[in-house]
């Protein structure tokens, strides 16, 4: 892939990456010293700091939020979880405008307990999305719906393609919504190309990175560092980048066995690392 | 979902799901025990046995061999790579006929070794079916593409979806080619009505059962009994028949921790009751 590496300004660390071993003060604290200007945080971690204590931290540190990790989990088996989803998602708008997040990151949950209603839990995000997007919009905090490999279909988020992120778009309109693509999710899909083209600058929220390792050992918690599996990272990112995309390269990786044992600080060098060389 | 069991008579066994305990011949001897009128044996099992003692068993107990596992696996890093694959799926051809199966199922192959070519290694799968039809063809056995659950891109198979498997078969030619629609592979795609109805009877060469297990704890040997996960697998069977399909319904189940250390007549019996309540 003929394209020059990234500038090193653009990477971001989804504080997943680090999280096993540093809290979030220390995660902040470790990507500043490390020049690192993009965070994506979590809300347990945020709520675990307090959120004034974190927003005010993030300010103080210059960092742009590429995203906020997460909303979504909309099917629910009774309307009552339904009702307890739309409000800790409001909660989760509120604290990502609170963070000045560019976008809230929508994960949007999968088959209700007991149920294999795939196309009703379907419908049921489309409903939860569409009624969040009456919070979220005139409080200006874009949803950026992230499609989740289809591995994660029961359990996780039943968006398992780009190509169902863009028709929520088209059904429920673009303003204020949109896409997280993360390389891990949609590296595999025939449709790719197509679907990128297809969802545009307007669309593309974020972009998210880390490697497809072979084998991977663990459904959830084996993800790999960028080049150290199969995915052609670069690629996907010159294809975003064709359609506009002049965001963050936001750095998740979920590793149990690895990543997370490493020290943080070997961590954060390493994804500085292989975003010049990989990414 | 409104519809009749199943005709029992309509059940076969892949052997994997009791090959741990069982060689090929107490499996055949199993199957016809318990009343089961049709088989899909592996490859490495008919070699163990003998390719002839194999058929000739099969003939006795008048089994219908529902399919052949397995030919596939095209991509290669070299030009000697491809041929020995070429060559391979000839002889699979061959045993396929010795057999009298309906069809060799195909698991197409990933990624060549070192590689992240997603696209060339789907030209090549593409180039090598149209290679192996100019084989089976003429010797009147039918090739069934096997689209394999997008987390086996890397390593098992680069077909994901049953729209690339309809694509080749319209690429290829319809002649002597069709499509394995395995429930665990297909079921969260939501393109899958459409695609099943575009492939139709004539390409709808065999269709497979199993579950999805709530949590997988591991990525190829942990799939459940159908009845015991997510996938509501009378819909699927209903959606193929509503286009005409009429085999077999060929349970393969992979399960390193549970079925495998079951009693096989234990697990012929459940495969038996499952697959008349929620087959």
Chains 1, 2 share one sequence.
């Not at 025939?190 to 297809?198: F, G, I, K, T």
């Not at 993800?223 to 936001?250: C, K």
């Amino acid at each position: 892939m003929n394209i020059a590496a990234p500038d090193s300004g653009r990477l971001s660390i989804n504080t997943a990456t680090v999280r096993a071993l540093w809290g979030l003060g220390e995660i902040l604290d470790g990507c500043a010293r490390h020049g690192i200007r993009g965070v994506s945080p979590w809300r347990d971690q945020v709520q675990a700091m307090g959120l004034q204590e974190a927003a005010a931290k993030v300010r103080e540190h210059g960092f742009t939020v590429t995203g906020y990790c997460r909303g979504g989990m909309f099917p629910g088996a009774t309307p009552a979880e339904r009702l307890a989803a739309r409000d800790d998602n409001r909660r989760a708008v509120d604290e990502a405008l609170a963070l000045g997040a560019r976008c809230l990151v929508l994960v949007v949950g999968g088959l209700p307990k007991g149920s294999k209603d795939l196309a009703g839990a379907r419908g049921q995000v489309r409903d939860g999305i569409g009624e969040l997007l009456d919070y979220a919009r005139p409080r200006g905090m874009p949803l950026a719906i992230e499609p989740l490999h289809p591995m994660y279909a029961a359990d996780r988020a039943c968006v398992n393609t780009t190509a169902q992120a863009n028709d929520l778009c088209d059904e429920l309109g673009d303003d204020g919504l949109g896409i997280a693509l993360d390389v891990y999710h949609v590296w595999w899909d025939p449709d790719l190309p197509a679907q990128v083209a297809r969802a545009g600058r307007k669309r593309l929220l974020a972009f998210h990175v880390c490697d497809w390792l072979v084998p991977t050992r663990d459904l959830l918690l084996d993800r790999g560092m960028m080049g150290d599996g199969v995915i052609d990272v670069r690629a996907l990112r010159a294809a975003v980048e064709a359609q506009g995309y002049d965001g963050f390269h936001e750095v998740e990786i979920f590793s149990a066995e690895d990543w997370w044992k490493r020290p943080p600080d070997e961590v954060l060098r390493t994804c500085l690392e292989r975003h010049q060389a990989c990414c």
